[in-house]
């Protein structure tokens, strides 16, 4: 199989149909496959899909009992690509994503042979015109840069039970400017080894062969600072291709359940924690690893 494509589906049929179809508009072989996940929605959703694609041959549907987060619901579709169809390339995508060009599997084909990644991000248009969300960094987290989120969203977090977590943020934002590590210019030319956008991420078979998906230790966030640390560590190349153009919509399955700002925020807060702490023990595995090694 050329390419197979892993959608997560949380009750935004919409997106999810929409999705689909942007594959199906743009992909460039007919060797490929459209896998839907569908990550226990609590509406009628799962039903709906498998009225609409149950007859169609280029799409797999899949359904877990309970939602069991981002890494891991997209690891159910991973899995099973990686067992019944090996392809060359595998495309984890956000229901919210969609394609805008007709050639994606000769780009990736010819970007692979250039550079022999292991994992690839395109250039990514926001919902408001921003090329500004790929790629995110240039390194990997620190520990104390760890430590210190975690300090920031559980302040956050104890602020939200008043209300005044949003007033926080306003006023420190007027104190403490935000510099994306990379400018306008920079996001658009090729970078290698830096940390790529989760909303769509291309795993070539030199990935595929030696993981079964993302690091399952987190429910939600996170994901990229992890999969960028499991790279780098293992002498793995990502590469960011502002070739390869996506459209974004951005946060469609949580806005859809979590209408209210307030406990979506406070929801942000909780499982960034928490994925900030998965983060820092996968770090010091590996850095009492690197000890041990430069230690014999």
């Known amino acids: 199989m050329d390419i197979v494509f892993v959608i997560l589906h949380y009750t935004a049929i919409e997106m999810t149909i929409g999705c689909v179809s942007s594959i199906r508009r743009h992909i460039d072989t007919v060797k490929y496959k459209i896998i839907i996940v569908d990550n226990c929605s609590p509406d009628d959703s799962w039903r709906e899909l498998n009225l609409i694609f149950r007859n169609n041959t280029d799409v797999v549907l899949l359904h877990s009992d309970e939602n069991v987060g981002f890494a891991r619901g997209n ?33 990736l084909k010819q970007k692979y042979e250039e550079t022999d990644y292991a994992v690839l991000g395109p250039m990514i248009i926001t919902g408001e015109g921003s090329i500004c969300s790929s790629p995110l960094r240039k390194e990997i987290l620190s520990m104390q840069g760890a430590r210190r989120s975690i300090r920031r969203n559980y302040r956050l977090l104890k602020l939200n039970c008043f209300g005044l977590d949003k007033f926080y943020r306003c006023i420190k934002s007027k104190f403490y400017k935000h510099v994306p590590q990379f400018s ?113």
Not at 240 to 262: F, M, Q, R
Request: include cysteine.
């Open 184 to 296: 306008v210019e920079e996001r658009l030319i090729q970078h290698e080894n830096v940390e790529i956008h989760g909303c769509f991420m291309v795993f070539s078979e030199d990935y595929i062969s030696r993981f079964d998906g993302l690091d399952p230790s987190t429910f939600l966030y996170m994901e990229e600072d992890i999969l960028f640390l499991h790279l780098m560590k293992n002498n793995l190349k990502s590469v960011y291709c502002p070739d390869i153009v996506i459209y974004h919509k951005e946060d469609a399955s949580t806005d859809a359940v979590l209408k209210n700002g307030h406990k979506k925020n406070a929801f942000v807060y909780r499982n960034c924690m928490d994925s900030l702490k998965s983060y820092l023990k996968i770090l010091k595995t590996y850095d009492e690893k690197d000890n041990c090694n430069g230690y014999n």
């Open 75 to 107: 690891n159910i579709g991973f899995s099973y690509a990686k067992q019944k169809f090996q392809p060359h390339f595998l495309i984890l995508m956000n229901n919210d994503v969609c394609l805008m060009q007709n050639w994606i599997y000769k780009k």
